[in-house]
């Protein structure tokens, strides 16, 4: 069931304590970002000073701290074969993140959450473009099987805390992000961080072809995190309650044409060739984002535009990637 509820609030945000757990990563930052333009109370904490899979720990800074909104971008992300790889890490990490943070929140009094799912959590083989009730219609794809189980259990907790304790939250699902502050690593990062490293590199070393992952078929719709974040506190502000809202740009494009861009905005002139023996994934994930549309939010980052925005940013700043965990800089 979907079900929202629009609020006549004049600003949700305004003079509240808002945390925003996960403040470092892509997401998160980002939130920080835009929030910074709202007139309320940021709240931080990095995973050194808090573990939040610790449910002791977090339950006592969330007491401490007494957020009265909380965004929930904290989580163990990366694509396609750390998804593959890490299924325990995605699954239980994933799940106790969200899990210790709800209870501990709602229990200290924390009146509205905006949590982040991903377009992963629909079925594999889900009618294009994907429409909200398309969840819990059929399997997931095996490569991020525990991730998406993951998502599924944490917004189906927030459903239960609204029918159960009138909480209010919203569970956005966002379509595949990228932005300031991704992960480059060259195995455990997604499409687009990976390929602007691996035909920058190659560029840089002089080689004539590059090999990237899959048969280059896969269709993906990019949007910028800057866009996410803002279509995230025009929710917030804009709506009580949504049980589900996705999240798109509609800027949809096969891998292989997202290589021969990401190729121009690098300047890689060589070949670009695919290793069918790498995992293509869902074959299409296209985000039906009409009921965002129709609430009056539009995206506003060309995926070109993003693209330049991110290399530029990258060579000027190599830390816009972030060091921590599995990110390694690029240069
Ligand atoms: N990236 C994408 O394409 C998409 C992302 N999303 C969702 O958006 C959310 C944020 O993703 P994104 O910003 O890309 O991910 P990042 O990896 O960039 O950020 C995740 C953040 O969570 C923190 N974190 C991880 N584990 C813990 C822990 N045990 N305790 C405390 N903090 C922890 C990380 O800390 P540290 O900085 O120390 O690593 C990091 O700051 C996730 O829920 C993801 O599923 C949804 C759709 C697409
Ligand atoms: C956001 C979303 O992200 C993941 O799903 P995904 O969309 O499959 O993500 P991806 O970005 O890793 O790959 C997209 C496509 O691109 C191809 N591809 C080519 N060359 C490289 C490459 O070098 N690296 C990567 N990662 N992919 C490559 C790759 O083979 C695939 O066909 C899930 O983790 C899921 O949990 C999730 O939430």
Redesign the pocket.
């Given at each position: 069931m979907i079900s929202s509820i629009k609020t006549d609030l004049v600003d949700a945000l305004k003079g509240k304590r808002v945390w925003v757990a996960g403040h470092q990563g892509m997401v998160g930052s980002a939130l920080v970002r835009r929030l910074e333009c709202e007139n309320c109370t940021i709240l931080t904490v990095s995973r050194s000073e808090l573990d939040l899979t610790q449910q002791a720990d977090t339950k006592q800074w969330i007491e401490d701290m007494r957020p009265e909104v909380v965004f929930v971008a904290a989580a163990k992300v990366?694509?396609?074969?750390?998804?593959a790889t890490y299924p325990v890490d995605f699954l239980y990490t994933n799940t106790m993140i969200s899990m210790n943070i709800m209870k501990a929140a709602v229990d200290a009094g924390t009146q509205k959450f905006l949590l982040l799912g991903?377009?992963?959590i629909y079925p594999k083989l889900a009618a294009q473009p994907i429409e909200e009730n398309a969840l819990l219609t059929g399997p997931l794809e095996p490569?991020?099987e525990a991730?998406?189980l993951a998502k599924i259990s944490a917004l189906k907790l927030a459903q239960a805390y609204a029918r159960q304790h009138g909480i209010q939250s919203i569970s956005v699902m966002p379509t595949?992000?990228y932005g300031p502050n991704d992960n480059f690593d060259p195995e455990n990062?997604?499409?687009i961080p990976?390929?602007l490293r691996?035909l920058h590199e190659a560029k840089m070393a002089g080689k004539e072809q590059v090999t990237?992952?899959?048969s280059g078929r896969?269709l993906?719709e990019f949007l910028h995190v800057d866009d996410l974040a803002d279509a995230c506190v025009f929710l917030m502000k804009s709506h009580d309650h949504i049980d589900l809202i996705n999240i798109g740009s509609g800027q949809e494009l096969s891998?292989r044409d997202l290589a021969h861009l990401i190729s121009d905005v690098v300047g890689f002139r060589g070949r670009i060739l695919f290793d069918p023996e790498?995992?293509?994934?869902?074959p299409r994930?296209l985000l039906n984002s009409s009921r965002l549309r129709e609430l009056g939010w539009a995206p506003t980052v060309s995926l070109r535009r993003g693209l330049e925005d991110l290399y530029d940013r990258w060579q000027r700043d190599p830390q816009c990637a972030h060091e921590t965990g599995w990110r390694q800089l690029m240069i």
């Open positions: 990366g694509g396609i074969k750390a998804n991903s377009s992963c490569t991020n991730y998406a595949n992000l990062s997604h499409v990976a390929m691996r990237l992952w899959g896969p993906r891998i790498k995992p293509d994934g869902a994930k």
